[in-house]
């Protein structure tokens, strides 16, 4: 590699990060340079490229910890768009499942067909299953992205049937390998209403989303500010064209103990 390009590679995980690539540990430069490769590659949508702006990828992906050669879980990946980033950054040494249900898939089929479209991600596994038994490769994540998709534990109608909490969560840990991931993104709905505005604004107040998870056996290690939001009041349901993709959002690391 020239002077002159790795001066720009260095650059470019510095204004992903924040932070100085010449001050982080070896394995740490060798991840931001893998997720800034990822979110920058040739080919990816502009759909795409135009959500990076509000999901800010590269920061959250850095802040789970992905990293070349692992074992990505996208839980509810809806159409795809971390599924993509994450195959890409793991790369030919790390292994992607992507999973969904039967009641997503009439919102996301147009945007899956795309995505799948021309083997652009042939090695990435599609998973297709419901909560009740949702045929998750065991011990087998390094990560488990749950984005926008936790606070769907409190929804239920006639397209979404409720969803056996504990059942969910005892295939979910399973999954998992000790010491892995779960990292979790989700709509902010206001302080002390619990799961409630899940059900009308497709919401969850954050405090109650952290202690729900650590109850079946995660531990939490950090938040990210990085999706915060102070101009969004959490009155909106998150669809509103006046907050979609803007919503104020959590993201929460959180571990599978290692002796487990």
């Not at 990293?67 to 159409?79: E, S």
Request: hydrophobic content about 40%.
């Amino acid at each position: 590699m020239t002077a002159f390009r790795r001066c720009r590679l260095l650059a470019t995980v510095a204004a992903v990060t924040g932070v100085s690539a010449g001050l982080l540990p070896a394995a740490e430069v060798v991840s931001s340079r893998a997720i800034a490769k990822a979110v920058a590659a040739e080919g990816r949508s502009e759909a795409d490229q135009k959500r990076d702006t509000t999901s800010k990828p590269a920061q959250v992906l850095e802040f789970f910890g992905l990293k070349p050669g692992m074992t990505v879980i996208d839980l509810f990946g809806g159409g795809g768009y971390y599924t993509e980033l994450a195959a890409r950054a793991v790369g030919d040494a790390g292994k992607v499942y992507y999973h969904t249900n039967h009641a997503y898939l009439p919102f996301i089929e147009a945007e899956l067909e795309m995505r799948f479209s021309d083997d652009r991600l042939d090695g990435v596994v599609r998973i297709v299953s419901e909560t009740d038994d949702m045929r998750l490769p065991e011990a087998t994540a390094d990560l488990m992205l749950m984005v926008m998709c936790y606070h769907d534990l409190y929804v239920s109608g006639e397209d979404w049937p409720a969803i056996d909490r504990e059942r969910f969560w005892r295939q979910i840990y399973a999954a998992i390998k000790p010491g892995g991931v779960l990292g979790v993104v989700d709509h902010i709905a206001a302080p002390d209403t619990g799961s409630t505005a899940a059900q009308t604004l497709h919401r969850i107040d954050k405090s109650f989303a952290k202690a729900d998870i650590q109850s079946v056996g995660f531990v939490f290690e950090a938040e990210s500010g990085v999706l915060r939001n102070p101009d969004d009041d959490h009155t909106l349901i998150v669809f509103n064209p006046e907050i979609r993709r803007r919503t104020d959002r959590f993201v929460y690391r959180f571990r599978k103990p290692a002796d487990e």
